[in-house]
């Protein structure tokens, strides 16, 4: 079983910046690819980025993020971040991190484990 947490969301300015942090217990993320994903009021959630285990793993971007969002992982720490850069505020919304035992996705379905997701608010 893995257990995921989310922290480092909060209030920001547009064309601010936020890390988020999503650490792991439970067990080591080896061999897992890892996802963020987003949901904001009144809509369905969306996949924002994914990277997969090995270094040098291809990172896949929502488009709307790419160019500003960069992820990444320490798997010494058994963690992923989400640098977030250039905030807008239709960006506001739960971010969630998500683990899957296999190559990562765009598809939310795909991800078997998931936090509890941190806020991220973006003023004008």
């Known amino acids: 079983q893995v257990q995921l947490v989310e922290s480092g969301g909060g209030l920001v300015q547009a064309g601010g910046s936020l890390r988020l942090s999503c650490a792991a217990s439970?067990?080591?993320?080896?061999?897992?690819?890892m996802g963020w994903f987003r949901q904001a009021p009144g809509k369905e959630r969306e996949f924002v980025a994914a990277?997969?285990?090995?270094?040098?793993?291809?990172?896949y971007y929502a488009d709307s993020v790419k160019g500003r969002f960069t992820i990444s992982r320490d798997n010494a720490k058994n963690t992923v971040y989400l640098q977030m850069s250039s905030l807008k505020p239709e960006d506001t919304a739960i971010y969630y991190c998500?683990?899957?035992?296999?190559?990562?996705?765009?598809?939310?379905?795909?991800?078997?484990?998931w936090g509890q997701g941190t806020q991220v608010t973006v003023s004008s």
């Open positions: 990277i997969g285990w090995w270094s040098g793993s291809t990172k």
């Open positions: 998500a683990a899957v035992q296999d190559s990562p996705s765009t598809y939310d379905s795909r991800y078997k484990y």
């Open positions: 439970g067990r080591t993320l080896t061999g897992y690819g």
